[in-house]
């Protein structure tokens, strides 16, 4: 029989959200709108057909992504490529996410590698800490964010009167999310450029505790000084430290990842050795298409005790 973990193995999908959309995906490719503007990208799972044209999609796009084979980045894996545009699209540009009483400004750009700034799937843990925050037992919250890209989670965090420590090994994108949090009309978040495992190896012997802890560790990325991170030789390590770092009550977990072809069960079997906790999720995000696809986009476990 099947133990209480494995049986709340769930799917979700992020609620209705006016700046974005997922218009069709299919033959490794998807077509999204974010604000006005349409982005035409890869996207490796989307292994079935597409329901619409190819004509149609070449109407609707302002910018199409094209990866350009052999040329990467030795310190992320990723490949780079090139953006097509059409008169009118901005290289950058700024959305707005709405949740309750908060509104946040999130500014998207077009980058090398293909990202824009901002992983739509998941509005679902946004609004999973907006609510946790709003409900605290404790005057004071202090939340960790690791692995922390362009902070949407971090200004949520802090929307909802946290304490928050942002950590990440890339200097450019810190400044990115310092521009978000500005945009959104907040301030005192507390930005860390450095390598996730350094960082909280000293947290651990500085005796800190969060209530809060999210981490969305890429499957593999440098450090500032070169420090490598490989998401199966790391996050053993990592999820340990966060184990000790994490206060036993009043307190939430996320743990986001997109490793392909690594079984939700590698959390599964992680987490259960290291944490004490009541009604765990398990599972995977996926948005659904205008044209009824489901795109799936991670996997992910999270509680809150």
């Not at 992983?119 to 960790?144: G, R, V």
């Amino acid at each position: 029989m099947p133990d209480s973990l494995s049986l709340m193995y769930k799917l979700l999908t992020p609620p209705v959200w006016k700046e974005y959309e997922l218009i069709d995906a299919g033959q490794f490719e998807k077509l999204e709108r974010f604000g006005k503007y349409i982005l035409y990208r890869p996207e490796p799972q989307a292994v079935w057909d597409k329901k619409l044209s190819e004509q149609e999609w070449d109407k609707l796009w302002t910018a199409k992504y094209t990866r350009t084979k052999g040329i990467g980045d030795s310190s992320t894996g990723h490949e780079r490529g090139r953006w097509e545009m059409r008169p009118g699209m901005p290289e950058h540009w700024f959305i707005q996410y709405e949740y309750e009483a908060m509104v946040l400004s999130i500014r998207l750009a077009l980058t090398a590698f293909g990202h824009i700034g901002i992983f739509p799937e998941q509005a679902i843990n946004w609004s999973y800490i907006y609510d946790f925050l709003m409900a605290k037992k404790t005057p004071e919250c202090h939340i960790l964010n690791l692995f922390a890209y362009t902070g949407v989670a971090s200004l949520v965090s802090k929307y909802a009167g946290a304490d928050i420590v942002h950590v990440d090994s890339v200097k450019q994108t810190v400044n990115w999310s310092n521009v978000n949090m500005q945009a959104s009309h907040l301030k005192d978040i507390r930005w860390v450029v450095e390598d996730v495992l350094k960082f909280i190896r000293r947290e651990v012997i500085r005796g800190h505790k969060y209530h809060g802890i999210i981490m969305d560790p890429p499957s593999y990325g440098r450090g500032p000084i070169g420090e490598k991170w490989v998401f199966e030789e790391g996050i053993n390590e990592l999820v340990t430290l966060s184990g000790q770092l994490l206060y036993e009550m009043n307190s939430f977990f996320i743990l986001n990842f997109y490793s392909m072809g690594l079984s939700a069960l590698v959390i599964e079997n992680l987490i259960k050795e290291k944490f004490a906790f009541p009604n765990p999720e398990l599972g995977e995000f996926y948005i659904s298409s205008k044209t009824g696809c489901k795109l799936p986009l991670g996997t992910f476990l999270r509680f809150a005790r």
